[in-house]
């Protein structure tokens, strides 16, 4: 068990940052046209700053599934 601990465990987290970052990467790659103009449009405005780092990923998810930006 306090092998897993040491090395298992910062394993998954190391792992699941990897594909969080991957999943992130590929939706924004394939999102639609539409999406990506509105959400790069919300982007450069002053108040996305306060969104967070993962403002415009977040973004486009809420449009790709049919509500606002």
Avoid at 24 to 31: G, I, Q, S, T, V
Wanted: net charge positive; proline share 4%; glycine share 6%.
């Amino acid at each position: 068990m306090q092998r897993f601990l040491k090395h298992g465990v910062p394993a998954l987290i190391a792992l699941s940052t990897v594909l969080w970052a991957a999943e992130n990467l590929y939706f924004m790659k394939h999102a639609s046209a539409r999406a990506t103009k509105v959400c790069a449009e919300k982007d450069a405005k002053f108040s996305a700053l306060f969104d967070g780092p993962n403002s415009y990923y977040w973004c486009l998810r809420r449009v790709e599934a049919g509500g606002k930006p």
